[in-house]
T-cell receptor
């Protein structure tokens, strides 16, 4: 399996709480991505980064924010969680070899009550 | 903008038989990659097979092969000698190499029956 990690794997939290989902990769990849995926459904790109200090919003509007201070670390933050944020969040990165394969983390399943 | 369409939400196949999953896409780009990813139940998404748009030859990877029809914008996945471990959700994905972003289809849930 790829060297890309996400914590926590599961999170149940109350409305209004601030949460940070962690994503780290040890492969030295520059490009990293966050996707939102409802169970059994397609992936929607919510944020991406081409490298340190680079972040962009994806195709699906999201109330979350991201940062990229180190190459290996790409955390996603929700300032005030709501039930509509309940979903699975997948982190991914792309290698530098020009083949564009995405390596995915195991995902964080978030439930906001 | 790119779109990716998988018209088969669910499919099933008997173990050891062959199954084909369909995918069509729409783009005005010339430089792109196409992928099939596999997401087993409660496990990480992994790459099944990759196709570079500039290559005419269809990609193959052991029991997995694609039928890439660039003019028709079609990219189907054939799984031969299906195994129980092939049970998963399969996503077709388009990578715009200029933008460095992917678009995924809705997915096809494949069940391999013993």
């Amino acid at each position: 399996e790829a060297d890309i990690y996400q914590t926590p794997r599961y999170l149940v939290i109350g409305t209004g709480k601030k949460i940070t989902l962690e994503c780290s990769q040890t492969m030295g990849h520059d490009k990293m991505y966050w996707y939102q995926q409802d169970p059994g459904m397609e992936l929607h790109l919510i944020h991406y980064s081409y490298g340190v200090n680079s972040t962009e919003k994806g195709d699906l509007s999201s109330e979350s924010t991201v940062s990229r201070i180190r190459t290996e670390h790409f955390p996603l933050t929700l300032e005030s969680a709501r039930p509509s944020h309940t979903s699975q969040y997948l982190c991914a990165s792309i290698s530098r070899d020009g083949l564009y394969e995405q390596y995915f983390g195991p995902g964080t399943r978030l439930t906001v009550t | 903008a790119q779109t990716v369409t998988q018209s088969q939400p669910e499919m099933s196949v008997q173990e050891a038989e062959t199954v084909t999953l369909s995918c069509t896409y729409d783009t005005s780009e010339n430089n792109y990659y196409l992928f099939w990813y596999k997401q087993p139940p409660s496990r990480q998404m992994i790459l099944v097979i990759r196709q570079e748009a500039y290559k005419q030859q269809n990609a193959t990877e052991n029991r997995f092969s694609v039928n890439f029809q660039k003019a028709a914008k079609s990219f189907s996945l054939k799984i031969s000698d299906s195994q129980l471990g092939d049970t998963a959700m399969y996503f077709c994905a388009f990578m715009n190499t200029n933008a460095g972003k992917s678009t995924f289809g809705d997915g096809t849930t494949l069940t391999v029956k013993p």
